[in-house]
Each structure stands twice: as C-alpha cells, then as structure tokens.
C-alpha cells in the first residue's frame, strides 16, 4: 500500500487565487481527515468524512473553504480566495473505524 | 477546542536517558493514540491505548492511561539520537464518531 497520498506536496500562490489541495485516502480506510498545522495553532481539525459523507465540518475557517469526497479513494480541499493567513502545511489522514490514523506528507502551501 | 494539552512543550535530553512526556485532556475518550512526527514530515502513529487500558507496551515505548485524572503519559526508555521529533497526543472522545483531536506536542531533542 502507498499510503495517504496528497498532491501537491508544495504550493505558492498569490493571495486571491483558488487553491485545490489532494488527497488519496488509504484503500478500505472509511474515515477521512483534513488538518492544518502552523506553529501558532498546531494540529486542527478542519473537517473529516465518514465512508464519503462529511460529519463534522466545525473546525473550517470560514466560507472560503470547502472539501469534497466524491467517492472513497479522493478527496478535495479547496481555498477560494486564499489569504496570506492561509499558509500552513494541509494534511490529510485516514483510518479505519475508530483505529489509527495514518498521515499524509502534506502540502505546504505558501499564499503571497 | 483543544482536547489533548501535552507537556513539557519542550525536552531536552541525552541519548541513553529516558523520556516522559505528559498529556491532559478534558471529555471522556474511546482511545488515546501518540504519534511522532519528524521535522517537515507527516504524523505517523506510535501506539493507541483504549479506554479500559491502563498501560501499553511497544518496544521502547510504554504508555499509560489514568481515566479518573483525564491524563496519559509516554515513556521513551534508553533514548536515542534518532528519537528526536515532536510527539503528540490524540483523543477520539467517547460518543463521538472518530474524529481525532490532537494537542500542541512535545518536542523532543535526544542530544548524542
């Protein structure tokens, strides 16, 4: 198994524009996660999906962000318009049932 | 919120000693799980301890889990250079459906 996998590993853009981050979940896995991570804050839960749909969205920022799942091998974590405060490395994780998760790489995402 | 608050936030030992490393949290849990992460990688997990366990084991690690005080501990024994990284505790809180919150971390630096 390759793992979690998230694309891109790294992003620079300029403040403004949409932003679309990756994730390719771990097969058979039925939970999926989205964190962030800055040195202010630390790990945060932005939102995560059980078997595609999603059950708590309470930590996204605000309506500039947005995640999707349309099936069980992808999902999506969209910035639009991103903002200088954005930047932070985005994981995503997944588990099965209430088990361990397994992490991503991450993106680096750097908004100018 | 916050559930899981690690501490110190930060050790600093010699290879060969051991390490502890403290985490507080605030709801009844399912689970308590570390995990390690080495600078400018991705969580990987280290060991999971359910509710009704007071002490786990796995090689050079060994966790406890005291319900009454909301409180677990990780014990790094005979330490090694290679050891350096943050850990971080993670609570799936009971009646929830598996979203895993994590606390700040403890950054650990083994010195050889």
């Known amino acids: 198994d390759a793992g979690v996998i998230q694309s891109p590993r790294h992003e620079v853009t300029e403040m403004g524009q949409e932003v679309t981050l990756r994730c390719k979940p771990i097969s058979g896995h039925d939970y999926l996660f989205w964190y962030r991570q800055t040195m202010m804050r630390g790990l945060e839960l932005l939102i995560y999906?059980?078997?595609?749909?999603?059950?708590?969205d309470s930590g996204m920022p605000e309506d500039r962000f947005s995640a999707k799942m349309p099936n069980a091998s992808f999902s999506t974590l969209k910035i639009q318009p991103s903002e200088p405060r954005d930047s932070a490395v985005y994981f995503c994780?997944?588990?099965?049932?209430?088990?361990?998760?397994?992490f991503g790489p991450g993106t680096r995402l750097t908004v100018t | 919120s916050q559930q899981g608050e690690e501490d110190p936030q930060a050790l600093s030992i010699q290879e060969g000693e051991n390490a502890t490393m403290n985490c507080s949290y605030k709801?009844?849990?399912?689970?308590l799980q570390w995990y390690r992460q080495n600078s400018g990688r991705g969580l990987v997990h280290l060991i999971l301890i359910r509710s009704n366990e007071r002490e786990k084991h796995s090689g050079r690690l060994r966790v406890t889990l005291d319900t009454s005080k909301k409180s677990s501990s990780l014990l790094i024994t005979a330490s090694r250079a290679a050891d350096t990284a943050s850990y971080f505790c993670?609570?799936?809180?009971?009646?929830?459906?598996?979203?895993?919150?994590f606390g700040k971390g403890t950054k650990l630096s083994v010195k050889p």
């Open positions: 709801t009844s849990i399912n689970n």
């Open positions: 993670a609570t799936a809180a009971r009646g929830s459906q598996g979203n895993l919150i």
């Open positions: 999906f059980n078997n595609n749909v999603p059950i708590d």
């Open positions: 994780a997944s588990s099965f049932s209430r088990g361990s998760a397994a």
